[in-house]
């Protein structure tokens, strides 16, 4: 069986184990993941169907869920947040859903084409995370499908002025034509071909990440002889989620010779190259975490969160790529927080985080020994 074929019928409970250093009072925290099954990757051809410049698919008048974050999750507790915000943003009038079709299929101009497009994305791509880890990884099955000449269109007016995809493109996929949808015009497409995400919010396809991974470090041509670095990653740049006693977190890592880095300051190549020779990454939950996906076999990985209902979305992908997790559950700046959301400042237990530290630092140790 073909790689492309065990990717697309790969099916079933999630590769995922507890963190390295799990307590039993948090093991229900962990199962939220541990018990979903992951669903088969879908391919559909979608045949005379519009794209609004946001990236809503219509269908007729009616939306397409194959143009949300949520196709396999038809019921998630966000999806009407989602609608409001990114479907029907900014209307007043029924939620903003006759402004929208007002826009979309009276004001705004429309453009015919007769070729066959691929959509491997969906409004919430523009982030680092989405982009990283949910977007890439379909634009990359792509190529280890037999389509020819493959011609994408993502949503212009979200991604075509942001640094990162546009640099993350032209190095990874330089012989794939992209093209971006334009404000104020919807394309009316003869067939689009959908690939579809991995599966619910935060799944993961193991092999279709493994093999991304092993993709993007190809290109980059890694030296995996040199010294391995343990990196720090700082939100002190950050709008929010900081720690706020960074001064003396970093004081504690210094002792084990981790470098602390903002990620603002370097480029996508150099994040991939940094991230390629570090063996061990510590930070707050953010999307810089989302850079595990460079590291090495066998990482260490240990994200500094407060305590939710749920673990994260970097659990999820640690376990995805084999990569040894680790947690420590930290004091959020106030009480008054949604118990769902994790956008607040956190103080961090230095004495826990020295130890736990320490742990890693010495299992690292051992594992490279044995």
Known sequence: MTVKENILQFFGSPNLRYPNNIFDPDKYIFDFYLSQTIPNMEIKVLKNVLISPY???????????????????????????????????????FGGSIERFIRHFIIFERTNIQETH????????????????????????????????PKVILPGSTTKNVAFIRESLSLLFPNI??????N???????????ISQMGKPYQFNSLLMTEFRGFIRSIIKVDCICPRKRLHISRKKAIRRKILNENEVESVLDKFGF??????????????????QSDIVIGIHGAGL???????????????QRRMP?????????????????????????????????????YVDLNALESLVENIVSDCTAKKNI
């Open 118 to 149: 691929f959509w491997c994305s969906d409004q919430y791509s523009p982030g680092y995370y989405h982009w990283l880890c949910e977007t890439l990884p379909r634009i990359y099955l792509l190529t280890l499908l037999s389509f020819e000449n």
């Open 290 to 304: 989302s850079n595990m996906i460079f590291m090495p076999e066998n990482s260490f990985v240990l994200e500094l």
């Open 310 to 346: 749920y673990s994260s979305c970097f659990y999820s992908l640690a376990n995805a790529l084999d990569f040894n997790y680790y947690y420590l559950f930290c004091k959020p700046d106030s009480k008054e927080v949604d118990e769902r959301l994790d956008n607040c400042n956190l």
């Open 184 to 194: 104020r015009n919807v394309l009316n497409l003869r067939e689009l071909v959908w």
């Open 55 to 93: 990236g809503t698919i219509y269908e007729k008048f009616s939306i397409l869920k194959e143009c949300t974050p949520y196709y396999f999750a038809p019921d998630h507790e966000y999806l009407p947040t989602f609608r409001r915000t990114h479907i029907n943003a900014g209307g007043k009038l």
């Open 259 to 276: 470098k602390t880095v903002c990620l603002e300051d370097y480029s996508f190549e150099e994040q991939i190259k940094m991230f390629s």
């Open 177 to 182: 034509d992209f093209s971006f949808t334009k």
